[in-house]
Each structure stands twice: as C-alpha cells, then as structure tokens.
C-alpha cells in the first residue's frame, strides 16, 4: 500500500476485528496477552477502521485504544471514544415501550429493527426473545422489516420452528392459527390484540372456533402493479398467506387440501406479487402436489431464478416449458436451452408459441420443427455460419438427412453453409462428416473474433448465446486475449456456470461486474471444482448468509474456511462474530477450534516479531498481499 490514511478493501476494514479474534484465542492458549501492534503507521491505519466493522460482540477493543496511546498519537481520535456492542436488553426494551404505545407506533419498527439486528448479532440478544416480542404484523409483509440480514433470516427461521414445534403437522390446528392470524393480522387492525407476537397467536389460537374457509382468501387480486406495490411498501397483505409462506412442506402437503380449491395458485401468485424469490419448502409441495396451474404461474413470473426453473422443467410438462422459454430477468440461454433440449417433452405441437426471444435457442432444439422455426424466423439474418452449422447438425442428428435437405431447399440457409451441407449429405455418414466440420468451425479462435464484433448494441444475451454455441472454449486463450485488448462482455464471459472454478477465482472481480449478479454460480463453481478459493464474497450481508447456506449444505467445510477461502481476514471476522452467537452453524465452532492450533505454531503469545508481522500484514505493508490469501497462508507468510 502506498498511502496508510483509511482501509477501503474489504480486507482491511476486518483487520481490527480478525486481529481481536487471534488475540483473544492466543491469550486462551497462553493465559497471557500478545504484545501490542508498534508500528505507528500500522496502529494509525487499524484506528480508522469504520466503527460498524468492529467486532460485533466488542465495539472497539481496548488493545486497540491501548494501542493508539502508546504510539504517541493524537488523544482526541475518534477511535479513543467508546464504542460498546449494541445492548440487546435495551434493544429489547425499547421494542416493548413502542409496542406497548399500540399500533400507532409501528412507524418507529424501522429503528427497533436496527436496534435488534445489531444486538443479535453482538450476542446479547437471544433470537426467540425476539420471536416473542416482535409483533406479528410487523414482519408483514414477509420480509419486509429485516430485508436479507443475517438478523431477519435468523428470525423467521426461529418463526419457523416455533410453528412447527408447537403445531405439528395437524391441520386442524394449523386451520386455527391461520383463523387466528386473520382475524387478528389484517391491514389496518387495531385493538388490544392487534400487536400480538407469533407465539402469542400460537397460543391464542387454541380456543379458535373455526370459520368459513372462504373467510381466509385474499380480499383483493394478487396480480397487478398495484397490489406488488402495497406489499413493497407494507401497505397491504394476505394474514394466510403469510402464515403459509411459514410452513414447512409437510405441513403445506397436510394443510393445503383443506383449504378451499385453488389456494395453491393463490399462494403462486403471493410469491410473485412479494418478489422475494419461492420458498423451497412452498416450491417443494407444489411440485409434490402436482399443482399445475400454482407450478405455471411460478413459470410465467418475470423473476422466475434459474434454480426454479430447472425444478420446474424436471415435470415434463410442455406448458411450464414454454412458460420458461419466455422472458424473464433472471433465467438465461442456459435454461432456455434446456427447456427446448429434452427429448420427452415435445414442443412442436406449440410451435407457433414459442416466445420470440428464445426462437434463436431453438437452433439447439431436439424436435425439428423447432430447429425450422429457429431458421424462419426474422433471427436468421444475425445468425452467423457457426449458428447455421449447429441448427443444420441439429437438424440432421434428430430427423435424417432428408429433414436437413428439405431445409436447404427453401432457400432460409446461407449459400455457403449450403454448400457444406450438401458436401456432408453426399458422405457415406452424413453426419459424421457434417460434426467434423462444426468442430473446425467452433473453434475459440473464432469465438474470440465474433465477441470481438459485438457491439455496445448487442448486450450480454448476444455473449450469453455465443459462449453457449461454443461448448468448451480454451480459457487459456479466452485470457490472453482479454489481456491483450479487453472484451466488452469479458464480464457475462465469466459468469457461466460452465467457466472452469479456476479461471473464476482469477477473474472474480469481473464476475462481480455482471449486472446480472444475481446469475451468480457460486455453488456450481465450488461443486465441480472442488474448492471455494477465490470464489466467495464478504463484502455484504447477503454475501455472508450465502456462505451460511454453502456451509449448512456442505458444500463449503469448516477446513475450507482455514485453507481454501480468500480474504482471510474477512472469515476471521465472521469466526469472531460466530463466537458470540448461540446459534451460529456449528462448522463456524469447528472451524474456530482448528484455528486454534494455527494460532499455538505461528502466533504464541510470546512472539513479538510474529504479531508484529501479522499486524503489517493485515494494514497491506507486505507487498505479497497474504491478507488476501486464506487464513493459513495470512499466519504462515514468513
């Protein structure tokens, strides 16, 4: 680093809190303190650390302060200014005077969310206090209060589990709550009772008596911008609804047939009118269920996620593929590829309904009538000799080569890519001869040119389809290239689930780039490559709760954490933070344990010249950057 006046990478605004975890863990192995940072411009630079990246569960640590002072620095920094971790009986308190002041309060749940987050994540506030208190109708719209914090997802999994524990799977009891939360949760409410927490409901709903089961319907339509735009803004929800967006799939599959017929396409369509993606466990009873017409209405939502539309193409049924086919925000050539690839499903018969968007994709079509389609429409005129090659190799491979002459006598084929048709017809094996010359044509050299010619008119879907059209680039190339002269869409280039993990973790940045961030492979990546180094981001909440699903899932270990993650001092704030939360994933605690051992060989307590190395390192002084690295390599570094 040249300048010492603030952190701005990621990395360096963990510092403090990564330095707060080691000493801490040091002080456990040796029942002394390490020796303090010494460097004036290290200690400087930990100082202007921004106060909301401290340790959660500390604020600022004393050894910094301690610190700050003996190097001789100004004593009137903001960071000799105490700066305790948030109260979570404060927090708390606070909740109970606003609800207690009636529902008229509820435009102060913003701050008492801010309050609470910020406690919970300290440690000194238990999740189901929370739960308990946190009125119902404040978390209605779902959603809506805590976003996509680690506080909010930590909260309704807590909501989750309180409803199930203490209902089962009995849908008489369920039937009660949903009653209860009607009558009790409706916009607009109010009264002693308006302000009950989900416990509370649970409680109140035993001596529910039962109602009419068209009372629990929604009392406006769920499609439209206006009713998305009441949800948005908490104006307006659906009490049923919210308690079904609450239940696991077992309860959905005992509950939903004693609704009233067609609450599952309602449910479908509350998902879509929220935007906050489908629940697994709302996605896994529809799917088991075999509610169609629910399934078609997730499948013609414009945020329809491409892990969604996988699982709803996988019922093989010809209206969801067409419904996936056509233009959504998240859902790209891969999945339209595979929407049109599948031999089982046939589309022919609806032909003239495939959405004009994906006509291009359907060059890679199994049926041949959508590989005519493709040729007929107004797209042919973009459609380059490697785009003619594979829909005429398509074509040949799925109906002969009577099909593909057929096709060449209409006149809809290049003359030069004719030619080369009728060459491969006239071999002994047609379509071993034609396969050969794609191959010479799909080569990455000339992928690299077509890119090349894209212009800023093109977008990322003209990238998307060329990088899908050349199957197995050399990436090798793809970089040199890049290096050479910049790919306008070097950005979509990268972010494909097909992109070796390697060449990812090079180029992680320009994944980032992406406007379409949220077309992420992470998983993928980390799956077929078998280690998440350089793949994750810790730069947001949402980041850091992606990690907690790959965790939980086991896709990333505990030892990845210490060996084969980057941006080692970011997961050593994680670790800390971890630490003060009861009910943090128990491989975080794992991997806490095994940084313990890393500690005792490269960081005793009695080492100076080791914690004063680390302390550099951390503040970016090496110019081998290992604060970049994994946690391993940060403490080993000579």
């Known amino acids: 680093m040249g300048s010492y006046d603030a952190p701005d990478e990621e990395v360096h605004r963990a510092a403090v809190a990564a330095v707060d975890l080691l000493r801490r863990l040091a002080a456990e192995e040796s029942q002394g303190d390490p020796p303090l940072p010494a460097d004036a411009d290290v200690v400087r630079f930990l100082g202007r650390t921004p106060a909301h990246r401290y340790p959660r569960s500390v604020g600022r640590p004393e050894w910094l302060a301690e610190a700050w002072l003996r190097c001789g620095l100004p004593a009137d920094a903001q960071v000799l200014r105490p700066h ?41 506030l238990a999740v189901k206090d929370v739960v308990e208190t946190y009125p119902a109708r404040w978390t209605m719209p779902i959603g809506a209060q805590f976003e996509r914090s680690r506080a909010r997802r930590a909260f309704e999994l807590e909501v989750r589990r309180h409803l199930t524990a203490s209902l089962g799977t009995d849908p008489a009891s369920w039937r009660k709550l949903l009653i209860t939360v009607d009558a009790l949760c409706r916009p607009g409410g109010a009264g002693p009772d308006a302000l009950l927490g989900w416990p509370a409901l649970v409680r109140r709903c035993a001596d529910t008596v039962a109602v009419a089961p068209a009372r629990l319907l929604p009392e406006q339509q769920l499609t439209g911008r206006k009713t998305a735009d009441q949800l948005l803004r908490a104006q307006w929800w659906w009490p049923t609804g919210e308690v079904l967006l609450r239940c696991e799939a077992e309860v959905l599959d005992a509950l939903m047939p004693e609704l009233p017929s067609g609450t599952g396409t309602l449910l479908a369509q509350y998902v879509l009118a929220l935007r906050r993606g489908t629940p697994r466990a709302v996605l896994e009873h529809l799917l088991r269920s075999r509610d169609r017409e629910a399934l078609l209405v997730l499948g013609r939502g414009a945020d329809l996620t491409r892990g969604t539309a996988l699982r709803l193409l996988a019922c093989g049924d010809p209206e969801i593929h067409l419904a996936v086919l056509d233009l959504h925000f998240y859902v790209g050539p891969e999945e339209r590829r595979a929407a049109l690839a599948d031999p089982s499903v046939r589309l022919a018969p609806h032909v003239d309904r495939i959405p004009w968007n994906a006509l291009p994709d359907c060059l890679h079509a199994a049926e041949p009538e959508l590989v005519e389609a493709a040729f007929a429409s107004s797209h042919r005129s973009k459609f380059g000799m490697p785009e003619q090659l594979t829909g005429c190799l398509n074509l040949l491979r799925h109906a002969g080569p009577a099909r593909l002459a057929a096709l060449l006598n209409t006149g809809v084929v290049s003359p030069t890519v004719t030619r080369v048709c009728r060459k491969a017809l006239t071999a002994a094996d047609p379509l071993t001869a034609l396969s050969a010359r794609v191959d010479k044509e799909l080569t990455t050299q000339k992928l690299s040119s077509r890119l090349r010619r894209l212009g800023p008119q093109a977008g990322a879907v003209a990238a998307d389809r060329l990088m899908q ?120 605690g794992e991997a806490v344990e095994k940084l313990r051992a890393l500690v005792r060989t490269h960081l005793p307590a009695t080492d100076d010249a080791a914690w004063q190395r680390l302390y550099g390192r951390l503040a970016g002084r090496d110019p081998r950057r290992p604060e970049r690295g994994t946690i391993e390599e940060l403490l080993a570094a000579a």
């Open 84 to 124: 305790p971790p948030a109260d979570g009986g404060e927090a708390l308190e606070s909740l109970r005077d606003d609800v207690a002041a009636g529902p008229l309060a509820a435009d102060r749940r913003w701050a008492n969310v801010r309050r609470l987050s910020a406690a919970y994540e300290a440690g000194t």
């Open 469 to 588: 059209l050349f199957p197995d680039p050399d990436w090798d190339h793809l970089e040199a290239e890049h290096a050479r002269e910049p790919f306008r869409y070097w950005s979509q280039m990268v972010n494909r689930p097909g992109t070796p993990s390697g060449v990812v973790a090079r180029h992680l940045e320009a994944v980032r780039r992406d406007h379409r961030r949220h077309r992420s492979y992470v998983r993928t990546w980390i799956t077929d490559g078998g280690t998440p180094r350089g793949l994750l981001d810790f730069s947001t909440d949402q980041d850091t709760g992606q990690l907690d699903e790959l965790l939980a899932e086991g896709v990333v270990t505990s030892e990845d954490l210490l060996r084969r993650v980057d941006q080692g001092p970011c997961v050593l704030r994680l670790l800390g933070d971890a630490q003060c939360r009861p009910d943090a994933l128990p491989q975080l």
